[in-house]
């Protein structure tokens, strides 16, 4: 397998662009990567998606975006792992340059949920789960969430202050991000005084809702940044076969393989992108990716150690929470916000002297887990 880099990285802001369609959003980052990474052709293209066919009746996102970015002649193709749709589609990107197959391949996550319903929203999110077991009664993501939520405060005694703090970190995080959709700070008293989204997790500690696109081009032979590692891997589908449902097998699994294959341990790793559609995914991750000991997540925050200063610098621009979540989009968001960290193109958001970062983005309660380690060449 030879080397990956990644040679172009754009971002458009998160928000409800009303005047904008999936195809516009996709449009506007793929252009601008492609201008950044300045290469001659482009062999493959993948879309990282989840929500367009509930959403705006759309499938065939590949041939779909390549017509619209006159792309024709090559292999597109729509890539689909709920919530890690885009870590997944980075992974596929990867694997084709890394083996040799195509040296170049542009990879856009798109999705666009501000115009429908909450209540079709709230319907196609739900797809990430078993439709016959689980979603038919109703229960949301966020309520499977609760349930891990409780199960931590009660074993480890940690306190909702300390698991809020996650959110509030976030927020001060994305203060001076361009491209996030809540770029203010949160108090960890707001956040828990904030209405119940399901007990007991509070509406601030949730991700919203929004739309958005992201886009990289990988190559085998130019950037400043290197894929050290992609890996993917899955769970049981079901919380309740799960051994313990503290633990996020699939995280813990993807990410052995990941440092393994990077040559590196998590101590080397100078910042972390995480999957905080919740609190309490961002808390189980940061112990489950080998930063923390179990149990002791929650404390680990709320003492401040995951600021951008801290020990080990957390969601640097904002994260779900704060930067926003295009669901099958926000994978490639985080990818390009480690690139660009270890470009020292963040600007206001920018860790100092960063080498090594590493994002994980999850589908459905980690039922899919993808990881990406970039490192600065």
Known sequence: MRPVYIAGVALTPIGEHWELSLRD???????????KAEVERIDA???????????????HLGALMADALGLYGLPAMRVEAA??????????????????????????????????????VRSALAMAEDQEYTAYTGVTDVGLCALLHRLY????EAKPEEI?????????????CPHAQYPFRVSVERILSSPMEADPIHMLECSGIGDGAAALVLTADRGDVEIAASTVAVDHFFLTERGDPLILEAVRAASRRAYETAGISPRDVDLVELHDSTTIMGILSLED???????????????GNVRRGGELPVNTFGGLKARGNPVGATGVYQVAEIALQLLGEAGRCQVEDAEVGLAENLGGIASTASITILRRR
């Open 164 to 176: 809020a703090a996650l959110a509030a970190i976030s927020h001060e995080h994305a203060v001076g």
């Open 289 to 303: 990716l080998g930063f923390v000991e179990k149990g002791f997540g929650a404390r680990y925050v709320s003492e």
């Open 153 to 156: 405060m009660e074993r480890y």
């Open 45 to 59: 293209l993948y879309v990282a998606n989840m929500g367009a066919a509930p959403l705006q009746s759309q499938l």
């Open 25 to 35: 959003l996709a449009c506007e980052a793929a252009l601008k990567a492609l201008e």
């Open 83 to 120: 919530q890690a749709s885009g870590g997944v589609a980075v992974h596929e990107a990867h694997l084709a340059v890394a083996s040799g197959l195509y040296d170049s391949v542009l990879v856009v996550g798109v999705e666009k949920m501000s115009d429908a319903l909450p209540q079709e």
